[in-house]
Nanobody, 120 residues
């Protein structure tokens, strides 16, 4: 089994910054794509950003130029640097990753979520 544990959420004023982290642990041989999603109250979960194993990235239009996704393969960790935060960024942020375990079986996991609240 693979576990994803997020950290770094909290309350921040509009225009502020936060950095989210997500560490993967367990039966991991390799990690493919890693990403961040978010879900605001009453809305569907939506993609925020993804990063492939080769480092290529993809962002939702709403966060382009403000958020940066990165990964540390040695630590099995993905980060989301969020700058110029807006009230509409308020949501529970979830980490997602997939890969293969030591039995060559594919896996996919979600983190438990971390709350980000942008408010004055």
């Amino acid at each position: 089994q693979v576990q994803l544990v997020e950290s770094g959420g909290g309350l921040v004023q509009p225009g502020g910054s936060l950095r989210l982290s997500c560490a993967a642990s367990g039966n991991i041989f390799s990690i493919g794509a890693m990403g961040w999603y978010r879900q605001a109250p009453g809305k569907q979960r939506e993609l925020v950003a993804t990063i492939a194993s080769d480092g290529s990235t993809n962002y939702a239009d709403s966060v382009k130029g403000r958020f940066t996704i990165s990964r540390d393969n040695a630590k099995n960790t993905v980060y989301l640097q969020m700058n110029s935060l807006k009230p509409e960024d308020t949501a529970v942020y979830y980490c997602n990753a997939d890969g293969r375990n030591w039995s060559s079986r594919s896996w996919g996991s979600w983190g438990q979520g971390t709350q980000v609240t942008v408010s004055s």
